[in-house]
């Protein structure tokens, strides 16, 4: 189970189902298109910053802080819903996204197609 802030409603945390380090993956869409911006990670404490500020809040793995998307960049995520899966260990924020959600400064961070190929075993290609 996440890690649970004291601000965080019980009735929330009692049904997320985090990883062993506490996260939780999080799919980012946007509320205009429908498109998958990117996937980010939360804990407990980023979830209850995201739901009391409605800027969306991360947990950066690799740099070991929370972040809010656009506090650097000016690429923000303006938080219109939050949703949680039918398991409890994977959050959608449906979001309206000001400037590119990707750090490559691509509109997504979904770019890279590969093939499909039933049948083909082991074989794929990128585009």
Same mark, same amino acid.
């Not at 939780?24 to 996937?39: I, K, Y």
């Given at each position: 189970?996440?890690a649970?802030?004291q601000?965080?409603?019980p009735?929330?945390?009692? &049904?997320?189902?985090a990883?062993? #380090?506490?996260?939780?993956?999080?799919? %980012?869409?946007?509320?205009? =298109? /429908?498109?998958v911006?990117?996937?980010?990670?939360?804990?407990g404490?980023?979830?209850?910053r995201?739901?009391?500020?409605? &800027?969306?809040?991360?947990?950066? #793995?690799?740099?070991?802080?929370?972040? %809010?998307?656009?506090e650097? =960049? /000016?690429?923000?995520?303006?938080v219109?819903q939050v949703?949680?899966?039918?398991?409890?260990?994977?959050?959608?924020?449906?979001?309206?996204?000001?400037g590119p959600a990707?750090?490559?400064?691509?509109?997504?961070?979904?770019?890279t197609?590969?093939?499909?190929?039933p049948?083909?075993?082991g074989?794929?290609?990128?585009?």
């Amino acid at each position: 189970m996440v890690a649970v802030t004291q601000a965080l409603d019980p009735r929330i945390a009692d &049904r997320l189902r985090a990883d062993d #380090r506490g996260l939780l993956p999080v799919v %980012v869409q946007s509320v205009e =298109s /429908g498109e998958v911006l990117m996937l980010a990670w939360m804990d407990g404490e980023a979830l209850n910053r995201t739901l009391r500020s409605g &800027r969306a809040t991360y947990w950066s #793995r690799s740099r070991s802080e929370y972040w %809010v998307k656009g506090e650097t =960049s /000016g690429n923000t995520q303006k938080v219109c819903q939050v949703l949680l899966d039918c398991d409890g260990d994977t959050i959608l924020l449906r979001v309206e996204q000001t400037g590119p959600a990707c750090h490559t400064g691509a509109p997504t961070c979904f770019g890279t197609e590969l093939t499909v190929e039933p049948g083909a075993a082991g074989s794929s290609e990128l585009q």
